[in-house]
């Protein structure tokens, strides 16, 4: 992997971590589309940085409600602070169930399964379309939505449906406030990230060469910096009520991939 490899994957790891149109799922098409060894394959420490990276982009960019959050719990009150974290604690428990008890079943389904991608991405598609036709309210995340938000999280392991756009459109679904949903979606993948990033650094998988330093620290900064920019615009879509957009692009690229696989 040259350091042009690490800075395309660090960008499309920070726009599609935010952005709802799913990064399995276009991992899986292009590897259908140009051949597997035509993209670089991500190393186990090289995937741990990247994640490092957009997790990172997440926290500066809520720095001040994360600021707030801790203060909050660190009183030892049963405030809105502490009552926030115990949903995105709850939140976390459905991926969890599966990422500890089905991975390997969840891995089978990254080989190559491009008509489950497609129709995956129609599901996308759908769920971001109702969600922009939802009205705005003041509704909080309670703890029964939190925890339904987090079962659409787990969904969202399969090929083809985004992390962000399931849980934003779930959150809005049941009726919550837009800006609560996207700020709530976006908190509760931080804590689930670097509970992976432990696992992989405590499994003793990872190996670091030193002149491996360039391409991995080019592809943290891309990742970062995309995740700052498509964090940041996410934001103000959903406020704007601008996910049709996506919508489109993912029923779009959904029906090509099943064409193509019904044509080869």
Excluded at 39 to 61: G, Q, R, Y
Aim: hydrophobic letters at 55%; proline letters at 2%; charged letters at 15%.
């Amino acid at each position: 992997m040259d350091i042009t490899d690490s800075i395309i994957l660090g960008v499309i790891q920070g726009l599609t971590e935010f952005l709802p149109v799913s990064s399995s799922g276009h991992l899986e098409l292009g590897k259908a589309i140009l051949g597997d060894n035509s993209i670089p394959k991500e190393s186990l420490l090289f995937t741990v940085v990247l994640h490092f990276a957009t997790a990172l982009s997440t926290m500066v960019v809520f720095r001040k409600d994360i600021w707030l959050l801790l203060k909050g719990v660190l009183k030892f009150e049963w405030n809105d602070d502490l009552q926030f974290v115990s949903k995105i604690a709850l939140s976390m428990i459905p991926a969890v169930i599966v990422g500890l008890f089905f991975e390997e079943q969840l891995e089978s389904l990254f080989g190559g399964n491009i008509m489950l991608v497609g129709f995956m991405l129609l599901v996308t598609a759908a769920l971001l379309f109702l969600a922009d036709k939802a009205k705005d309210t003041h509704k909080k995340v309670s703890f029964k939505n939190a925890l339904i938000i987090g079962v659409s999280q787990a969904i969202a392991m399969l090929p083809g449906i985004s992390r962000s756009g399931a849980t934003i459109s779930t959150s809005v679904l049941l009726g919550n406030d837009k800006t609560r949903a996207a700020r709530f979606s976006f908190l509760m993948v931080v804590p689930l990230i670097f509970g992976k990033i432990a696992k992989d650094l405590l499994s003793g998988d990872l190996t670091y060469e030193a002149s491996n330093f360039t391409y991995l620290s080019a592809g943290f900064i891309a990742a970062f910096l995309a995740g700052l920019f498509a964090c940041t615009w996410m934001i103000s879509l959903v406020k704007k009520s601008k996910l049709s957009y996506f919508a489109m692009y993912c029923a779009i690229v959904g029906v090509i991939a099943i064409i193509y696989t019904l044509v080869n």
